[in-house]
């Protein structure tokens, strides 16, 4: 089972993302009507991109009155526009706010890892996003590890 | 519309405060593409060239591309034109950030704006509503300041585009800032602006960017992007460095000028203001603008001592016009500067360059303590930042370097100190070590400028192909391609910077599969020659000086380095240059030109 994985650290702010998104879903350019969003803090200098977190729990699934939201072969929680009546129930009970509208788009969406390879993934030009494999974090648990190394290791002892 | 434009931009008489949302014109939009080119078409149609640039005549054009918005690499950038008051030439000057963008995402592919307003105003875009709303209590504030003044009161998902005091007080190159740190930078668009009394403009949309051919449209972006990554200089050298990167690189061919270019060009401590040196010792993160696989922008920090600051930058060229160009090596001092210039928006390159022509100035004796307030000797780096400062606020003798240095030395008898062209000053590359640059600074079409035809690219870093940097052989050729095809990179929206690593195959992909076209790239390229020709036109029209270098580069020698001994060959290049163009043997487009590229 695969993840998006955000690495806030490598994320330049460049809304990529944003761009790649919309299109893959609309054929349209719209940061608006993307499934991710960046948010820029200038004080503290990052950039976080976010999308949805595709809960084990969903919110949005439990609440949907016509079962229009399930988990596809991808892992990804889905909403299948032929049940959807867009009543927006998931968009209120999404604690996330991983949900959205646009009038353009004319329905509730979210993000569907584009059917199994996220574009914001793929065309993210420094790594910030990937979709990668559950156990990805293992990088960031090494990091961990090679502090004790360093600390206790034999070359640190020399 | 789904041809890459919005199809409609917004005509603002400041004068009458009268708004009008006209269709874009498509038979202009098709022959000048956007940007630069379409917003000098704009401009040249409705604009006499005799025009005072800071009286109602001249018009102020801000105008996006096709690309602009989507996701065409690096498709942040809008540019603005109008006459400059620097120069007397063509004023287009460009920009990335993210305002742009949000312009299209608005729903207007430019806005023009005419006369002058009776009280500060700026103007207010959310999606449909426009207006021209009271801007007395931002009057007088700086850049950062009248940016969150903005986002306070029209909401922090707004972009903003302004300027300040030095703008609003005629300092000659101001620009105009947008996303705070990012600048339509050079030849004075915001003294322009400020003359119209229009403070700033801020704008959300929530709309889209549709192009004509998405698939087509999407597997041309996607190669670009990949290009890009996968260059040296594209996808490693400016992502790692930023521009900085480049001290070091044009260090070692002998071509950065040190003590306005009066001590040759070799600076024995460059890599004191490299970008290895600034990654080293200040980085805080990249920033890249919008949808930008490069990433060039830094954010920098100096922590501690007495030029304690913390901005964004600098690019190289500001690295060198107050580094090497004054004498300096402090980055400290170089960095305080340069985010000084953001904070009241005004170029960076003019400032540090006449900074260091009036340290020349004084070196001669040609002012004194008494003119400046201070002893401003070269290699001094706190009266560098203090002259600087002086400048952004108009305060003392910065009044008087706030007209850049063609006319502070003309004042004190020695214009031949000034390293201009067309009045403004060239920028971090000695074309007397590097000789295809310099034949640009001087035909380039708003003054000295290296952004019009960057010649440094193959003399320098061998793209496409390596040219010697000392030799004259084929650079007036080479010259014009470069100057054609960043005309056309401008006027499409996206950022010269893409063209190191993509060239016209790419833009031409790109464009066509935006707009809908079938034309070959021969007939794309075209259409940057058509600008090109545009601008040359206006200029001629407008009177401006004839093409020529400062004396300094025509005459004196470089006493080291790889170009010891030579000065630049502008004379054995200027003819076969002209003859390129299709010009007359005095640099003017015949009729025969004109007509064969459309131009009315």
Sequence with gaps: MKQLLIKPEKCIGCRTCELMCSFGHYNQFNPKMANVKVFEYE?????????????????????????AISRDASGAVTINYGKCIGCKMCLNACPLGNISYHPAAGRVFKCDFCGGEPKCARHCPTGAITFTDTDATDERRQAVGDRYRDLIGEEAAK | MNNGYIGRILRINLKNGTIRKEPLNDANASQYVGARGLGTKYFCDECDPACDPLGPGNNLVIMTGPLTGTAAPSSGRYNAVAKSPLTGTIGAANSGGHFGPELKFAGYDGIIFEDISE????????????????????????????????????????RVACISAAGENGVLFAGIMNDKHRAAGRGGMGAVMGSKKLKAIAVKGTGSVKVARPEAFFNEIVEARDSLRAHPVTGAGLSAYGTMILVNIVNGVGGLPVNNGSEGSLFPNADEISGETLTARHLIRNKGCFGCPIGCGRLTEIKAGAFKSKGEGPEYEAGWS????????????????????????IDPITMGATVACAMELYK?????????????????????????????????????????????????????????????????????????????????????????????????????????????????????????????????????????????????????????????????????????????RFNIAAGVEKDTLPPRLLRETLPSGPAKGRVNELYTMLAEYYAARGWTKDGIPTDNKLEELGIK
């Design chain 1, 43 to 67: 004080q503290a200098a990052v950039a976080i991109p976010v999308m949805c977190l595709q809960c084990e729990e969903p919110s949005c699934m439990k609440v949907c009155p016509v079962h």
């Design chain 2, 119 to 158: 009280k500060p105003v700026y103007l207010y875009i959310n999606d449909d509503e426009v207006e021209l709303r009271d801007a007395s209590h931002l009057w007088g504030r700086d850049v950062f300041d009248t940016t969150e003044a903005l986002y306070e009161e029209c909401g922090s998902n707004f």
């Design chain 2, 322 to 345: 107050f580094g090497a160009d004054c004498g300096i090596d402090d980055l400290g001092a170089v960095c305080n500067a340069n985010f000084l210039c953001n904070q009241y928006g």
């Design chain 2, 364 to 536: 001669i004796g040609a002012i004194t303590e008494e003119d400046v307030g201070f002893p401003l000797h070269f290699g001094d780096a706190a009266a560098m930042v203090r002259a600087t400062e002086m400048t952004c606020k108009g305060e003392g003798f910065g009044k008087i370097m706030g007209l850049g240095s063609y006319r502070m030395a003309e004042k004190y008898g020695h214009p031949e100190l000034s390293m201009s062209v067309k009045k403004q000053e060239m920028p971090a590359y000695d074309g007397r070590a590097i000789q295809g640059i310099g034949l640009e600074y001087a035909t380039s079409n708003r003054g000295g400028c290296h952004v019009r035809g960057y010649m440094i690219s193959p003399e320098v870093l061998g793209i496409p192909q390596a040219m010697d940097p000392l030799t004259t052989e084929n650079k007036p050729a080479m010259l014009k391609v470069f100057q054609d095809l960043t005309a056309l990179c401008d006027a499409s929206g996206i950022c010269l910077f893409t063209t190191f690593g993509i060239g016209l195959k790419e833009i031409a992909g790109m464009y066509r599969e935006a707009v809908g076209s079938d034309e070959s790239d021969e007939e794309i390229l075209l259409k940057g020659e058509r600008i090109w020709n545009l601008e040359k």
